[in-house]
């Protein structure tokens, strides 16, 4: 019995020795890189970095915007991500104020666009790309529902929309809140809230993921998703019968931006980094998965990408107002919506 | 062989008293040696890190000491009294349909002589196998909007309680399964036989033998599911809608708005389930006696053709469900896009389409796996044995319950969260441990302490500490005991424990997302990496491949049992 043990135990370390040298390691400065980027974004990005500065190698931890901004908060006190590469500005505008950025002037960073960056010199943060809160509709099921496809805001109003509309809790998701600050700042605080108790009656569940209402919208689960252009640009590659709207209002919008993080021991390879994600080339990275990128003069016909996406977004976009805002405006948020129980059908 | 030993040196025993065994100066160290080990353990690794997390809840958000003020601002949150009794309402409801299932379906693989126990027993299995979104897309692909079976749910939207109930009782089932099955599985038949010759009736027998016998264990499901169900808050999260809970107020204040604060006095308040379990544990666990004494008669179940075939229809039934739901996430898996082009293909599992890591993080899962399978089972099973066995040190072992019961109460989010504060603390001399295989492994072993526990404590009440006070009266040193008598006869628990080591492990996400390096990164986490990059086909089918390996190492499982019961548990069969 104890001999049949041992056999197994050896069997089981030898898988395991060969499993594990699978993944070998090199003499290339290691940059630990956190981000809250896509998937399908990681590899090319890394690849063309690499290209350009060799002898400096990625590693990537990967998750949703909240998960690596919670962890990187709770890791304050040990840092242990070297570049934060693709997180939301708003986020990496928290850890600033936590005193856990590296200010730093990128090369070239003053070509970028000026909404992009850190307004500090030298800036905390570089912005990369931007995002916006989108309508994804489901043409299919509309028609077997004659719903109208909605252009604005308002129209998400209308009543035969009751129970059709799926959208992010703003409490559970950034591009939730990233829609609930456009409207407030767009219409005022009180025609902003009362816009909201009208749309609550229209919305048959608030979800978790900011995503989700698009995939939803999407799979055909409810026919209008209120979410971000980039899924929704996605999905439809993928085949899904949706149309991505941006609101004609304008639409609330977030950048993913770069910071490094104070600490590292690895400053020169950061700075590297830095430097190269706000050049024009890495730009060009971007607007493969992005319209509108802080390079001005880099642009491309992104697939399925909803057109003029530039012209929609809010022109005022006052991102130190929403992050000092933030905690109130979701306590009313809460209390107004909060406790909306079983979803209407 | 012992079992002969035992029998014919029992007579020279008079006082025959749980734990009450004569111990030698040597044995009495290693007993104190081991204690002390565990309680360590279970310190570092649960205790300590959880305290750390808690101190947050008296802190605001920049670290300024704010008293109770956010435990006042969680009373006052507007969602928070529905949250309660949502959370209170569906997991009692939840418990409730699980652990009646659960006992109907571990009493016909323990009680009856129905074909096909083997298969139902994997089948029971398959909800660990599976990592919790492959439920959650099935569901939705079954009663969704567009979902094939949408009509049963009568116009109700499965985005909400019944959704929540539904995955849930998924969820939970093998855990209920898993420790009312080893408390079925031990009992005496001599009280079988007096209770018939005395002319009780099957009701009978099963009111005052079988159910009496089995209350541990009923009493531990009843918890563990009730427990598991409160804090988790996967399933509510993807499939809830708007239903609040709980455990989704945690996902709010730590991964929508990083207040660990706030986070931290949720985490806190759903301690309260396991605080209680414990009560009753230690309130129970007084009246528990071995069922399995020495002298006793291994329980064979007669042949009942009605009540076998009974049996069997009902396993086949609950069995085929489980299927169902992963044979719908493996349609899922293979389909180019839902609903609207149903075409087959394979190129959803190609994951380096979808997923930088490849099919690296399949292989660290397996590293993961196997280490905690290993590192988990001798903890776990040497401490309940320590726990239950060693004389003394009442103080201590109630500690060591306490903790071991914690874990289950804990959301892994928090548990995680718990671990970089004080694993990557700078004045901790264990920081080497964080960003390595290291950390996940533990953090799985103490998240998945509890149920293992449990199985241990169960598996070992039911057998009688005469054995070692035998033993003892032979000058048989304790470890020979407890390697040559108590192991054998617990082994059944002990691979099964091992199992739900290593399942779990395959598929656990919530405190691992926290704590993965790049080089570490399970395929657990890539599931969800993918479904959040909405490549819900590639998700499905990452997670199918975790079903097949633990699935494999689960029939792998099955056979090294069969050997091994061939082996050590010939004594259960006359």
């Known amino acids: ?345 | 062989m012992s079992l002969f030993k035992a029998e014919a040196a029992k007579s020279a025993f008079f006082t025959i008293r749980q734990s009450g065994r004569p111990v030698e100066p040597g044995e009495r160290w290693l007993f104190g040696l081991g204690m002390g080990g565990i309680a360590l353990f279970l310190a570092l690794f649960v205790l300590l890190p959880l305290c750390t997390l808690f101190l947050r809840s008296v802190y605001d958000r920049d670290g300024a000491f704010v008293g109770l003020a956010n435990f006042t601002a969680f009373l006052e949150a507007p969602t928070l009294v529905r949250s309660v009794v949502n959370s209170l309402s569906l997991s009692l409801l939840t418990t409730v349909i699980t652990v009646a299932l659960a006992f109907l379906y571990a009493f016909c693989l323990t009680r009856t002589r129905m074909a096909g126990k083997g298969l139902f027993r994997l089948l029971a299995q398959i909800p660990l196998l599976a990592p919790s979104l492959l439920p959650a897309i099935a569901l939705v692909y079954l009663f969704g909007n567009k979902g094939i079976l949408r009509g049963l749910l009568m116009g109700e939207s499965i985005y909400g309680p019944i959704g929540i109930v539904m995955g849930e009782v998924f969820y939970t089932f093998p855990h209920a399964v898993m420790i009312l099955t080893v408390a079925l599985s031990t009992s005496d038949a001599r009280l079988y036989e007096a209770a018939e010759a005395l002319g009780a009736g099957a009701w009978k027998r099963f009111v005052t033998i079988t159910l009496p016998g089995v209350r541990y264990g009923l009493i531990s499901a009843v918890f563990v599911v009730f427990t598991l169900v409160v804090t988790d808050f996967g399933v509510p999260k993807v499939i809830g809608g708007s239903t609040n809970m709980l455990a989704t107020e945690v996902y709010k204040q730590v991964v929508g708005l990083q207040n660990f604060g706030m986070g931290a006095v949720v985490g806190i308040v759903l301690l309260v389930p396991a605080v209680l379990a414990f009560a009753a544990d230690w309130f129970w666990q007084r009246r528990q006696m071995a069922l399995l004494s020495a002298r006793s008669v291994p329980f064979q179940p007669r042949e009942n053709p009605v009540g076998d075939r009974l049996a069997f229809l009902f396993c086949a039934l609950v069995g085929g469900l489980l299927l169902g739901l992963l044979g719908v996430a493996g349609f899922a898996s293979i389909v180019t896009f839902w609903p609207y082009n149903l075409t087959p293909t394979l190129a959803n599992y190609d994951f380096a389409e979808f997923d930088a890591a490849g099919w690296s993080s399949y292989a660290n899962s397996l590293t993961l796996a196997f280490w905690t399978a290993l590192a988990g089972t001798a903890i776990v099973f040497a401490g309940a044995w320590l726990v239950e066995r060693a004389p003394g040190r009442a103080a201590m072992k109630g500690a060591v319950r306490l903790l071991a019961i914690l874990p289950l109460a804990v959301p892994g989010m928090v548990l995680g969260l718990a671990y970089i504060f004080f694993f990557n603390a700078p004045w901790n001399p264990l920081g080497w441990l964080y960003h390595g295989m290291a950390i996940l492994v533990l953090a799985t072993v103490a998240h998945f302490y509890t149920v293992s526990h449990l199985t241990a404590v169960t598996a070992l009440k039911q057998l009688d500490a005469e054995f070692e006070a035998v033993s003892a009266s032979l000058k048989v040193p304790v470890w020979t005991t407890f390697l040559r008598v108590t192991v054998p006869l617990c082994l059944p628990a002990i691979l099964d424990i091992a199992i739900y080591f290593f399942v779990n492990a395959m598929t656990t996400v919530s405190a691992v997302v926290f704590l993965y390096a790049p080089e570490t990164k399970p395929a657990s986490v890539a599931v969800l990496n993918m479904d959040d990059a909405g490549e819900v086909a590639g998700a499905a089918a990452m997670a199918m491949m975790i079903v097949l390996t633990s699935a494999v190492v689960r029939a792998l499982h099955a056979l090294l049992s069969r050997v091994l019961q061939a082996r050590t548990q010939a004594w259960r069969h006359r």
């Open chain 1, 1 to 345: 019995m104890i001999r049949r043990t041992t056999l197994l135990g050896t069997c089981a370390l030898a898988l395991l020795a060969a499993v594990t040298s699978a993944t070998g390691a090199g003499a290339a400065t290691r940059l630990t890189v956190y981000t809250a980027l896509e998937n399908e974004q990681l590899t090319p990005y890394k690849k063309a970095f690499e290209a350009d500065n060799p002898g400096i190698e990625i590693e990537w931890v990967r998750d949703s915007t909240g998960v690596v901004t919670a962890k990187l908060l709770a890791e304050k006190d040990n840092p242990k991500a070297d570049v934060v590469w693709g997180l939301a500005a708003s986020s990496l505008m928290i850890l600033d104020t936590q005193g856990m950025l590296m200010p730093y002037q990128p090369k070239g960073a003053e070509e970028l666009k000026t909404g992009f960056r850190d307004a500090k010199t030298p800036p905390a943060w570089v912005g990369m790309d931007a995002w916006m809160a989108a309508i994804c509709f489901n043409t299919v099921e509309a028609e077997k529902k004659k719903l109208p496809k909605p252009a604005s805001w308002a129209d998400l109003l209308k009543p035969e929309y009751k129970g059709q509309i799926v959208m992010p809790n703003p409490a559970s998701s950034g591009t939730g809140f990233l829609a609930v600050s456009g409207w407030l700042q767009t219409m005022g605080a009180d025609k902003g809230w009362s816009y909201m108790d009208k749309l609550n009656d229209n919305i048959a569940l608030y979800t978790h993921s900011g995503s989700k209402p698009c995939k939803m919208a999407a799979a055909g689960e409810y026919p209008i998703g209120i979410s971000i252009e980039y899924t929704g640009a996605q999905q439809k590659t993928k085949g899904a019968p949706i149309d991505v709207i941006l609101a004609s209002e304008g639409v609330g919008w977030e950048m993913e931006a770069t910071a490094i993080v104070k600490g590292t021991q690895k400053a020169e390879a950061a700075k590297a980094l830095a430097d190269w994600a706000a050049s024009r080339k890495a730009n060009e990275q971007y607007v493969n998965f992005y319209q509108v990128t802080a390079h001005p003069g880099v642009t491309k016909e992104t697939p399925n990408y909803p057109k003029n996406a530039e012209a929609a977004m809010n022109k005022t976009n006052d991102f130190v107002w929403a992050a000092a805002n933030r905690d109130r405006i979701l306590a009313d948020w809460e209390k107004r919506y909060g406790a909306k129980s079983e979803p209407k059908s």
